[in-house]
């Protein structure tokens, strides 16, 4: 009894467990986990060990960190529009984006100086790495050159041999600043794998985002290139715009914006096309780099698409292969409209997931949900009155749910016992056939017992069983019954004078 006790509370707190896991949101990727606590608990003594991290040591997943990544996203953003677009279309840094961009750096320079007091989960081992040296080591040699070079301030440099700064060299090494879009990458790979937000949305946000970056970068590199050829009027935009260097920086940046989305689509208007060398060299990387990219968001968009319309897919080709499966063989109409029935009624269950999700789930778990979900309707089925809570336990997790369309044979008249059946919902009717005559016998509704003369008595079936509506069925395997109550003969006693004396009382009636 003591033992039932811990297992119980065992299971009760796991559960709580579980549902605060589920509801703080999580990430299937093996390299994080989106709980308070990130790590895999530690087998025996250490497991209910709280984790104490290292003094000056930032958590992970403490929420003022996770709120600094947020903004520094927002500023990657900013990143990765400005940049390209100062490359191309601004020749002299006005101050106010010099400014701006000074002061996104030195954030970021302050992002550098927080990562070395980031604790870390060892991919290994699975615990958290809180140890100075073993972050900056493993910062240093991985990282660290990437985030230093985007962070450098060559445009500040730039100004101590060029008053403009507008050197063609140290604005290609202000370019490095996009390698922060790998955060970007990153988090959008927590948010694809975060139950809390739809799958479908976030990769077509992601395949957006991934489509009007190329468009936006191709158009400021092709603008730049005809802004700096010596002869503005021949570049695909001076042959159409010949002073194009005096109109606003909006008309520019849009006509270049046009440009990059007609060759993207394969659109090719001919009114904006390469006129020298450089432009059909930049124009033909840009049409192979098309093809990839085209063939990337073709695919995942296809396996989007397919990936929703799978299910449905397969629920039409069973129905296909039923049918010809019934006029090959020429089933009598009822037969054909039951199977066309049941294969109906599971597609619509599948939707549901239920026995997907419980067959992920360890036995204990499923045993705990069984309990939840029918103990009360077992307890309260004739046959197992008064016996004891035991064995009620024991068969309620062996037993199956399983549902039934409407006029849908369950058992047969004659058929070999196999299966004692508890009505959760529903209802069914019995009856018997004799000289080809069909005479209803009774209705047994939510809460009834079928099947049970069958599997106990070891007699055919007296009924046939078919329901008269949508019902949900328990369903219990006679081996798995009889292993059940064989280990207490004063339950098996019980059951057997409940099926008796039931049967006694319904028989005197008739």
Same mark, same amino acid.
């Given at each position: 009894m003591i033992q039932n006790i811990k297992s119980t509370t065992m299971l009760i707190s796991s559960s709580n467990y579980l549902q605060h896991f589920c509801n703080k949101g999580f990430s299937l990727d093996h390299k994080e986990f989106h709980t308070d606590n990130d790590l895999f608990p530690s087998? #025996?003594?250490?497991?209910?060990?709280t984790i104490k991290h #290292?003094?000056?040591i930032i958590s992970p997943n403490d929420p003022?960190?996770?709120?600094?990544? =947020?903004? =520094?996203?927002?500023?990657?953003?900013?990143?990765?529009?400005?940049?390209?677009?100062?490359?191309?279309f601004l020749k002299y840094l006005p101050s106010e984006i010099f400014l701006v961009d000074n002061i996104v750096n030195s954030i970021f320079a302050i992002d550098i100086t927080l990562t070395f007091f980031v604790a870390y989960v060892d991919h290994k081992s699975y615990l958290l790495v809180d140890n100075h040296k073993r972050i900056a080591i493993r910062y240093l040699s991985t990282w660290f050159i990437f985030d230093a070079c985007s962070t450098f301030p060559f445009h500040t440099i730039s100004l101590f041999f060029n008053r403009h700064g507008n050197s063609l060299g140290l604005q290609l090494l202000s370019m490095l600043r996009l390698w922060r879009l790998h955060r970007v990458s990153s988090l959008f790979a927590r948010l694809e794998k975060d139950i809390r937000l739809n799958y479908f949305w976030t990769r077509c946000i992601k395949l957006l985002s991934v489509t009007l970056f190329a468009v936006h970068c191709s158009a400021c590199f092709n603008y730049m290139i005809a802004e700096r050829y010596p002869d503005p009027k021949i570049t695909w935009i001076g042959a159409v715009i010949p002073n194009f260097?005096?109109?606003?920086?909006?008309?520019?940046?849009?006509?270049?914006?046009y440009w990059s989305i007609t060759t993207l689509t394969t659109t090719g208007y001919g009114d904006l096309h390469a006129e020298n060398t450089r432009e059909m060299l930049f124009d033909i990387c840009y049409m192979l780099f098309n093809l990839g990219l085209t063939a990337y968001l073709i695919g995942n968009m296809t396996n989007l698409v397919v990936h929703g319309t799978y299910c449905t897919k397969k629920f039409r080709d069973t129905i296909q292969a039923a049918s010809e499966f019934v006029s090959r063989n020429k089933f009598p109409k009822h037969i054909e409209e039951q199977m066309?029935?049941?294969?109906?009624?599971?597609?619509?269950?599948?939707?549901?997931?239920?026995q997907k999700i419980l067959d992920c789930l360890p036995k204990a778990i499923r045993s705990s949900i069984a309990k939840h979900l029918f103990l009360p309707i077992v307890q309260k089925a004739y046959i197992f009155q008064g016996v004891s809570l035991n064995l009620i336990f024991q068969l309620v997790s062996a037993m199956q749910a399983e549902y039934f369309a409407p006029n849908e044979d369950v058992i047969l008249q004659k058929e070999t016992p196999t299966d004692l059946y508890i009505i959760v919902s529903g209802s069914v009717e019995m009856i018997a056939y004799s000289g080809g005559t069909e005479q209803v016998h009774g209705k047994v509704t939510a809460g009834g017992v079928f099947g049970e003369i069958g599997v106990l008595c070891k007699v055919p079936q007296p009924f046939t069983i078919k329901t008269i509506e949508l019902s949900q069925i328990l369903r219990l395997d006679r081996t798995a019954l009889f292993d059940i109550i064989q280990e207490s003969k004063e339950d098996a006693t019980i059951i057997m004078q409940n099926?008796?004396?039931?049967?006694?009382i319904f028989d005197n009636t008739a």
């Open positions: 087998l #025996g003594a250490t497991i209910n060990q #290292g003094k000056h003022h960190y996770r709120l600094w990544e =947020m903004f =520094m996203i927002l500023l990657v953003l900013y990143s990765a529009w400005i940049c390209p677009f100062e490359f191309a260097k005096e109109i606003s920086l909006w008309i520019r940046y849009v006509t270049a914006i066309l029935s049941d294969i109906c009624l599971k597609f619509k269950t599948e939707e549901l997931k239920q099926l008796n004396q039931v049967h006694l």
